[in-house]
């Protein structure tokens, strides 16, 4: 049993060991020359292969290319004949039609069919033509040339491709994409109808290998369009293909004037054509051995270079990689970066993320130094104003818990303002949220009562504490005497900016006046000697009839977020 135990302790190490060598890292150049290897190895092999097999592999690579362009070219007249569908979907939804408006119908066709090659035809129950875009509306037209797939498009209710037939109207080969109609008194089909030869273009547009020639056929082998050294017409009968006995991804060998010839087949699901291309048999068959020997050749002396460009690129990475390891060393130690070029761009970005850590950090550090210094100062600043807030409170009280209270609520006040303030940091508070803050303690719970109005201004630190225990006087006092002290009264707070000063309005609307004393309470010191001293600004105290206005203007200079004065704020508190 021991023995067993110490078998399968060796076996585990074993294996410790081996992932520990296979999860080892390795040198950037050892990487680049396995890729070349990857490469390479099954490239020499494959040509081996190519070299046993000669023809046989040649004509593989040819039947493939060749069944991928005839399958291109069957795609091509398939997108062509969707297209064709899709227009007489959205035709027949037309409201001239459903009105049987066919002149109306008949222009708009003409219109939005104009460049396409393609013409509009609708077709009674008796297949006679109702409108023809090729003719002008109003003149006479008989039945349509190819009832036949007219009467399968209605058997089926689906959309229909017709053969290649001769067009009375066009007097000329043409072919019919019909669409059933069914909700309409008279038009029982639309149809899209083209001439043939529009379809030459899109088999040229592919290529075929040298020595191949296509054509495209509908269900009878007759030419639709052919390429242009094919030999064939439009109408005529390609005697290739002619039965469906063959896969059509097969070739196949037949004879053709005179000489043995190898063809290939696309069909379509969509309109039943085929398109058959065909080469001779002597071209398919025709050796190859000087091309094999110069890829054999050409393959050797890719891999060389290949092996050597790997080296290369190989001692560059290494060299870049080692610039980046004594970059982040750098940024361990809290030292400045500067991005610096490698010829990688993946590295190169790494090092001007790098650059940009280093400005972060060192943001950073002066930002952590500047709050350090901010924080003691702020609570300096924070002692003093809070004596002074006790000191007048005091003056006011008439007893210990009245004095509590009051002067809770104005720790509280100032503390929502500093809560801004730590927020915004350096940026400054903006206006709207210091007001909507201290007024949210008193505001009734109908919104509709209070608004605030007026551009986004930022605050400093001494305006922010200032403005804040100002809003809170205002607020306590409409909710004593004011707007907020019954149930109809309303707050207006708006301001904007006009010649370099902020010009602040508080207007109370109240039914009825509550009474109150000529006292100067720490309110009234707030408003006229901390806004009006200290901020510079001047303000002004107007009753009227249905409720009480403060107006303040104040300079846009004692706002500014960059200019912050040491001990006013505290000053004029103690004051």
Known sequence: MAASDQDSAAEVQDRQERRRLWTRSQPVALYLFALVLAILIPALIVSLVLLNRNNHAQEEVVRGLTNATVQAMGQSVDREIAGMITTLRVLSTSESLVANNFEHFHNRAVTALAGSGAYLLALDADFGQLLNTRVAYGEPLGRTSDPATASEALERGLPTVSGLFFGQTAQRWVFNVLLPVPDNARAVLLGLTQ??????????SRQLPSGWHAALVDGGNLVIAATPDAGFATGDVLPMR??????PDQWQRERFDGQEVVTAEWRSALSGWRVIAWASGEAIARPLD????WLAAWGAIIAIAAALIAFLIAQRISQSVRGLRRDARRLGRGEALAAKTYPVA?????SRALADASAQRQAADNDVRFLMREVAHRSKNQMTVIAAMARQTARGASDVPSYVASFERRIMGLARSTDLLLTHGRAGVALGELLES????????DSKRVR??????????????ILGMAAHELATNAAKYGAFSGDDGTLLVQWKIVDARLDLTWRETVRQLLETND???????VLKTMVGHSLGAEVERVCHSDGIEWRFAIPLAALDPDHVPATAAAAAADE
């Open 195 to 204: 001439n043939a030869q529009n379809l030459a273009g899109t088999l040229q």
């Open 346 to 350: 993946e590295i190169a970005e790494v």
């Open 519 to 525: 006292r100067v309470g720490f309110g009234t010191t």
């Open 438 to 445: 201290q007024i949210a303690a008193f505001a009734p719970p």
């Open 242 to 247: 002619q039965t469906l006995d063959s896969a």
């Open 452 to 465: 605030l109005t007026g551009p986004v201004i930022r605050l400093n630190v001494q305006a922010a504490q």
């Open 290 to 293: 000087d091309s094999l020997l």
